[in-house]
């Protein structure tokens, strides 16, 4: 497997309680051991916070030897000073659109559970409904988990519990509505102070990133991407997604998994930029002779293998066999499926050993439902169509 690079040289930054201030002060003094959490960063060292952890002095500044970093990001130590754009993360396709015994479910699990869980990557589909914008799947007729400025304030929620968690979000923007729109839901969340500004004039190469230790230390630990319509000259926190990253087929229904980019269009080379492999198989469904596409739940336990055909293993293999380096974004379907595989494929793209314990159990109540009523107005909605095409 390919070995992470350290992107930057390290300066250990000390998170202490004020107890020891006073023993660096009298360092040699004493050889009692302290409890304390540190972070690895490249800004310059100053007390932040107090927490607890524990240290073994390595490092020296003028002289005074220094604890090591214990305070792991993104549950691992190594990542602290790893850049950004050099971690693979697991995405969960359409985070919002979380339904029980439903064949348009995406997700089994809430966010605060896949966030939980190891998701570092929330992706969804938005739309304009009644003079909002909601998470919504394909219609807001068909489907409908609420206002995206509800979805995020449990986002901002768990992020204020976890102070060392930097997560992405990708919106998609169904409807292509003026950026501008976004910026009351984003703001009254919360999240858009937490959102990571890149300087305007850097596109940003994978390896250009801050490290996971800088943005936790800046306090923007939140990188938000649109598919269209974003403007970073208006809305500076909302990122172009495709100046930033590239992506392999959407909805893929080959189970081979090609890594070739597939969005932006006319792109062919990776540029050096972050990207993302689609990893969300999808079934056809013919329903008066319109084909729709629905989560293929058969074979999810084959997909989000490790290894083996049609695995997510076997794709983020083919990827680093295409490119030299594992995808930035693996994006699934129904992550809990496979008790933890996906993470473990994960962990085995960043060279790190992956012991967590997964997953959540839904709630027998979690989610929204798509309703009977729902349903007939979508197979409705396809005659229609249908109905139309055949000319009649």
Known sequence: MLNRLISRPIVVVIVVFATLVQAIANYGASTETLKVTVLEGTVEPYIMSITTGSFTPTATISGISLPMNTQPCNGYVEFCSRSYGNITYVAAHNSPFVMQNNVAANQNLEVAEQLNDGIRMLQGQTHEYNGSLHYCHTTCDLLDSGPIEDYLVKVVD?????????????????????????????????????????????????????????????????????????????????????????????????????????????MTEDGGMLYMANHNLNAELSVFSQTILIPDKVNLNRTNAVSGHGSLGLAAETCIASWHRPPTF???????????????????????????TCCSKPSTSAGVTLTRSALRLMVFFLAVVSFFEMGY
């Not at 994006?331 to 967590?356: H, Q, R």
């Open 158 to 266: 768990w992020l204020r519990k976890n102070p060392f968690e930097v997560i992405s979000i990708i919106i998609g923007n169904g409807d292509f509505v003026d950026v501008e729109k976004f910026v009351e839901p984003l703001k009254n969340s919360g999240i858009a102070d937490m959102a990571y500004i890149p300087s305007p004039d850097n596109t940003l190469q994978y390896y250009q990133w801050p490290t996971l230790g800088d943005l936790i230390l800046q306090g923007k630990r939140v990188i938000i991407y649109m598919d269209y319509k974003a403007d970073e000259s208006r809305v500076p926190y909302i990122l172009s997604e495709f100046r930033y990253m590239w992506e392999t087929k959407f909805s893929p229904t080959d189970a081979n998994f090609p890594c070739t980019i597939d969005r932006p269009s006319g």
């Open 330 to 356: 693996l994006l699934v379907d129904f992550y809990d499926v496979g008790n933890g595989s996906v993470f473990e494929v994960a962990a085995k793209m960043n060279d790190v050993t992956y012991t967590n």
